[in-house]
């Protein structure tokens, strides 16, 4: 039996399109939500390693995490991998509602998108009033 | 010279009946994750705060420790399913992109394996050492 070669069809359009686009708050969501996910992934969970195993060796080592961590630089990086956890949780939670089959009517999916970022911004701003006042 | 049908030649190439899997994990680990760092982050506000006596003694109790290993573990999941995507919408020459993949699971199990062991050393060391 011959071997058939299907022809190829003519090259289809790829999705999204690289050059035409502009910024809309879904889109913006899906950027940041696959963002701050590596983000955290490859910087806040070995951050949270390296906190474990300090307070798992000693006085000693969990010292060096501490001097680290109230320092200015431990500030920025607490601060912002907290908004990435909140902007995460946000969108993740949104892309669960749409797994079900809901929230694709247009306005309700942008209303959704924008709110992601304003929990996530007033989350933050939460969280550090509340470390920062104690 | 391509041979065979279309279908043929991707057979085993892609997530052909086993994507649904992971993007089920994907949200299986989610809905943990949220619960978990939800625990996570209201639990370390009520710490008075994160000194070393204050942090150990926290970590020590079942009932911390059980959901750092769970945290950690789900976490570790999720973030292999979710970059392994990354990896595989960016990197287009098939060589680069297993040596990549399997480097992010070494990273994975790394990070993951330190957390667990330091979550077990606090949890079940001797107090005080």
């Known amino acids: ?134 | 010279m391509q041979r065979g049908t279309e279908l043929g030649r991707v057979r085993g190439l892609g997530a052909a009946r086993s994507g649904v899997g992971h993007w089920w994990m994907q949200k299986v680990t989610a809905a943990a994750n949220l619960a978990l760092l939800i625990w996570f982050v209201v639990s370390l506000l009520r710490l008075p705060g994160l000194d070393y006596v204050t942090v150990v003694l926290w970590a020590r109790q079942p009932i911390v420790a059980v959901p750092l290993l769970l945290l950690t573990l789900s976490v570790a999941y999720h973030f292999r399913l979710g970059a392994t995507v990354m990896l595989e919408d960016y990197i287009h020459r098939e060589g680069t992109k297993v040596v990549a993949v399997t480097m992010l699971n070494f990273y994975v199990v790394a990070v993951a394996s330190a957390c667990a062991f330091a979550v077990l050393k606090l949890a079940l060391g001797a107090p005080g050492a």
């Open chain 1, 1 to 134: 039996m011959a071997i058939v070669t299907v022809p190829r069809p003519r090259p289809r359009p790829l999705s999204p399109h690289l050059s035409i686009w502009r910024w809309r708050s879904p889109m913006a969501a899906s950027i940041f939500h696959r963002v701050t996910g590596n983000a955290m992934g490859f910087g806040a969970f070995a951050l949270f390693a390296w906190w474990l195993l300090a307070a798992a060796s000693g006085a000693k080592a969990y010292a060096t995490w501490s001097h680290v961590a109230h320092g200015p630089l431990g500030l920025i990086v607490g601060i912002g991998f907290t908004w990435t956890l909140f902007q995460h949780m946000a969108s993740g939670v949104r892309h669960l509602v749409m797994d079900t089959g809901s929230n694709f009517e247009i306005h309700a999916n942008r209303r959704s998108a924008s709110a992601t970022f304003v929990f996530s911004v007033l989350m933050t701003a939460l969280v550090w009033a509340l470390i920062l006042a104690r």
